[in-house]
């Protein structure tokens, strides 16, 4: 009979950690960063990132990007 376990994924790679039904989260998540994101009343979402550099391009990809025009007046001049 196979065991029961539980997965979690990286948000940002999906790279992927296995603990057995029971255990606790803090075992298999050991060095990873979980954020907790507020979806409105009561509903919360935990988005797990196996390292710093997952999480930045996780929240990277969520700000947005300046555009360039707004960004020409503070470029320095070449001349």
Same mark, same amino acid.
Do not use: L
């Given at each position: 009979?196979?065991?029961q376990k539980t997965r979690f994924s990286c948000h940002s790679c999906n790279r992927e950690v296995e603990l057995p039904l029971g255990e606790p989260p803090c075992e298999a998540l050991k060095g990873w960063l979980t954020v907790s994101l507020w979806k !409105? +009343? !009561?509903s919360v979402e935990h %988005?797990?990132? %196996? +390292?710093f550099g997952c999480l930045k391009s996780w929240v990277? +990809?969520?700000v947005p990007e300046i555009p360039e025009i707004f960004l020409e007046p503070f470029k320095e001049d070449e001349s």
């Open positions: 009979m196979e065991t !409105g +009343s !009561g %988005c797990n990132f %196996c +390292s990277d +990809s969520r």
